[in-house]
């Protein structure tokens, strides 16, 4: 009898572990989809801002990323 009680109680664990992994899976989804939706609406911006003021924008980020990756390797 003690068997069958071990079983269902491993059986319920799992259950309660892939609901687990189910709820955090839909929840990643959603981020997911929302991100792509964002990068859309950047992207969509981005299309509006004159050219020159691009390269300004990628110099900004390219000097930003080099402080941040010289910060993380000390």
């Not at 050219?51 to 980020?61: A, D, Q, S, T, V």
């Amino acid at each position: 009898m003690e068997s069958s009680s071990n079983s269902f109680n491993s059986a319920a664990e799992k259950a309660s572990e892939l609901e687990e992994l189910r709820r955090k899976h839909n929840e990643r989804m959603l981020r997911i989809e929302e991100l792509k939706k964002q990068k859309e609406e950047l992207k969509l911006l981005m299309e509006k801002v004159p050219e020159e003021k691009k390269e300004g924008f990628w110099h900004l980020i390219e000097k930003y990323n080099n402080l941040r990756d010289e910060h993380n390797a000390l």
